[in-house]
């Protein structure tokens, strides 16, 4: 898998742009649940009021609030009372809190001095308990209970007299001793009480201080919601920007990598000698090519979102889980880590094996219909379409219940997730109710809980998903890798010759043996003879003798495993592939022609070629009468295969193809066995006219194609058992004999060799 994602370095700038959208995407998503637990705990229960800390209080109240702590002077550093000139943040806060025409007596309010974050925490641990006590000795159920506390052992007319007055007053007035004693058990039932609730609290009587001072706590409250809400908003623009272009610039990247895999194995298969085409069946190769790379595709889709994303969102939750919320209950997120965990792995126990079946499936089934469409007439000349369509729903079936299988297996993952999602979300407000009603946790918290738990749970699900496309992928990777790996057996040497000029078109087998790769015994052995220039050498022998493995060792479609095959007095294995293939003109046994036009089959070994050469090589060819028939001549479109014109003009339209090249050598196996033999007989004139200094070679099955050739090689079993002309062959050749008198007469045979 990693040498195809190696692949990946021409599109460094597009990854690179994605990690780091990815990376503020998962920060933006890791902010989100804090703004929600803000708005509920203090933009909703708090009513806009972030700390227990009043930006603005009258000197009363802070007057009453020292009576409560010893640590006056720590909490006066920080206050300023409003005298005839503001300073800038003392105006910022006035406006915030009171308008900008609030007109305020002097040193009738105090303005809180600009602090740090720190300083302001601190500060607050200060207050906390001073303004608890402040606020709730202001409540007048509480002042009666605590005056009866006071004048429980005092003349009526004395406990009237206190009665009728103000308890903050009462206790200004008291001696330290006595306060103490009458504050003692109020104080300490506060201290025993969890510092978020006392935060709630203290921040309830900040709310009640700014009514006192005239501040509007209802649009105190309003802006903190609109605020926070305009900030959450901003943040999910940011998000939804990322992930647009995230999905963008990462379908692109996987496009990139298909077209360069694509490139990649079409370039491979192309060098590919005959020996690599048979290891790899043209339907996988086919498969390998499509399906194989749009696995790759699909996973590289998915792939940096879950290599960059799901961990930055995972880890980054799980900190702020034990950092921001209630790590008591961190227990629930580990519990919904191994639920998924479980579920996926069985899963992927049970889909795997599948998975590497499915490819070799899709083989199987590209390979049938391949065959079935190319054998068309064949199965319907034998009748045998029943069969194949059986055949064919065999191989369709195998893949059909094999995807089911998977598609089931998979599509029970997700409402099994979700499952288990929903039962850790009811587990989540259970535990977190409970915690609330203990004033443990505040609601705003919990919603918060709720949310990084679901966004780690959707961290292990994307990297859980990304766990079962990786392995059918990583088979396709492999796949796709044997390919691009495969060691071509014919390859080209670090030096490569020059063609010896002097002996221009002269071929040479030197004791060339051949044997098939894999194969125990040799196709051909000790094969002995020379093709010159200015001569037609003719290659004849029963079926299976050897003929075309004879020529396709020509243009090296297969290397001689013995002896030495010459060209031009160099071993074709010296000299580079396409230098050799430049010369010669290959006629191959089945006549393959490519989509376009007959203008661009003509001219396929050369665009540029002239009308004039184009039209001289279809008249050499015999093609051009039935080309001339045609509407649009040259221009007459030419099917896949060529499958919109007859054998006999496929055939002579190949021929064309390798006349127009005009090569040194001209090989034609088994080219003409399409003609008849008027065409046959005037087409071997006009080729004579047109190969007088070039080397023919022509394999045959027709002695008639070949009675005038200066050379006749008689092949049976892999080996040479004659070399003569006609004349000489039907003299003491008995294989030769056979062949000629299986075909023609004896008096046949006198009259064509006396021509």
């Not at 972030?50 to 550093?77: G, H, Y």
């Not at 399906?291 to 969102?313: C, E, K, S």
């Not at 200094?693 to 008689?714: D, F, G, M, Y």
């Amino acid at each position: 898998m990693l040498k195809v994602l190696k692949n990946l370095k021409k599109s460094f700038l597009e990854v690179t742009v994605i990690v780091i959208l990815l990376c503020i995407q998962a920060t933006t998503d890791l902010a989100l649940p804090d703004y929600t637990s803000k708005i509920v705990n203090i933009g909703i229960q708090a009513g806009g009021i972030e700390t227990a800390v009043p930006d603005i209080i009258a000197k009363e109240d802070m007057d009453n609030l020292l009576i409560f702590t010893d640590q006056n002077n720590e909490i006066l550093n920080h206050y300023e009372l409003i005298g005839n000139t503001l300073t800038k943040q003392k105006e910022k806060i006035i406006d915030k809190y009171l308008g900008k025409d609030a007109k305020i007596e002097e040193n009738t309010v105090y303005i809180l001095s600009e602090l740090e974050k720190e300083e302001k925490e601190e500060l607050a641990k200060l207050m906390v308990n001073p303004l608890m006590e402040m606020t709730t000795l202001q409540n007048e159920e509480v002042a009666n209970q605590i005056k009866e506390q006071m004048t429980a052992d005092m003349p009526e007319a004395q406990k009237q007299l206190i009665q009728s007055q103000d308890l903050m007053e009462l206790i200004k007035n008291m001696p330290e001793e006595q306060k103490r004693s009458i504050l003692e058990e109020f104080t300490n039932r506060i201290n025993e009480m969890q510092d978020s609730i006392k935060e709630q609290a203290a921040i309830s009587s900040v709310k009640e201080l700014y009514k006192k001072v005239g501040v509007d706590t209802d649009k105190l409250q309003n802006n903190y919601i609109f605020m926070a809400g305009m900030q959450m908003l901003g943040i999910a623009s940011i998000t939804m920007v990322s992930a647009i272009s995230i999905m963008l610039l990462s379908s692109r990247v996987a496009a990139k990598l298909g077209k360069t895999l694509r490139d990649k194995v079409f370039k491979k298969v192309i060098h590919f000698s005959n020996k690599e085409l048979s290891e790899f069946s043209t339907a996988s190769l086919i498969t390998r090519s499509t399906n194989d790379i749009q696995q790759i595709q699909q996973l590289i889709t998915m792939l940096f979102r879950v290599v960059v994303y799901a961990p930055i969102i995972g880890v980054g939750g799980f900190i702020k889980v034990l950092t921001q919320s209630d790590s008591q209950m961190a227990w629930i997120v580990g519990v919904a880590i191994l639920a998924v965990l479980f579920i996926v792995g069985t899963l992927f126990i049970i889909v795997m094996p599948r998975f590497k079946k499915l490819q070799d499936l899709i083989d199987k089934l590209n390979q049938v219909a391949r065959e079935i469409l190319t054998g068309l007439p064949v199965i319907r000349a034998f009748h045998k379409e029943k069969k194949e369509e059986e055949r064919f729903e065999t191989a369709n079936t195998n893949l059909m219940k094999t995807n089911i299988f998977v598609d089931r297996a998979m599509s029970m993952m997700m409402p099994l997730l979700m499952f288990v999602m929903n039962s850790i979300m009811i587990l989540i407000i259970w535990v977190g109710g409970h915690s609330i009603d203990q004033g443990i946790m505040q609601v705003g918290d919990m919603m918060a809980f709720i949310q990084y738990t679901m966004q780690i749970v959707m961290a292990f699900l994307m990297i859980s998903m990304i766990s079962i496309m990786l392995p059918r992928a990583s088979v396709s990777a492999k796949r796709i890798n044997e390919v691009i790996e495969a060691e071509n057996s014919i390859k080209d040497l670090a030096e490569v010759k020059k063609f010896d000029s002097t002996k221009k078109g002269l071929v040479e087998f030197k004791n060339v043996s051949f044997r098939y790769p894999d194969a125990d015994t040799e196709i051909l052995s000790d094969i002995n003879f020379t093709a010159k220039p200015g001569e037609i050498t003719a290659i004849i022998g029963s079926t299976g003798s050897g003929k075309s493995t004879v020529v396709n060792l020509l243009p090296r479609f297969y290397d001689v495993t013995g002896g030495e095959l010459l060209i031009d007095g160099v071993n074709v294995k010296e000299v580079s592939q396409k230098e050799l293939r430049d010369i010669i003109g290959f006629v191959p046994q089945k006549g393959i022609l490519f989509s376009g036009t007959i203008e661009s089959n003509i001219k396929y070994a050369n665009e540029a070629m002239s009308d004039e050469q184009m039209k001289e090589a279809a008249e050499i060819a015999q093609a051009i009468e039935f080309i001339e028939e045609k509407d649009k001549k040259y221009q007459e479109p030419i099917a896949q295969g060529g499958s919109n014109v007859s054998g006999g003009q496929k055939q002579r339209l190949s021929i064309a193809r390798a006349i127009a090249k005009n090569p040194e050598i001209f090989v034609f196996d088994d080219s003409f066995s399409a003609l008849d033999f008027k065409t046959d007989s005037k087409l071997r004139e006009a080729l004579a006219s047109k190969t007088k200094n070039k080397t023919v070679i022509i394999v045959a099955q027709r002695i008639s194609t070949i009675l005038n050739a200066e050379k006749i090689v008689v092949l049976e079993e892999g080996k040479v058992v004659g070399i003569g002309t006609h004349e000489e062959l039907m003299k003491d050749n008995e294989t030769y004999q056979q062949i000629a008198l299986s075909q023609l007469s004896e008096e046949e045979l006198d009259k064509k060799g006396g021509e």
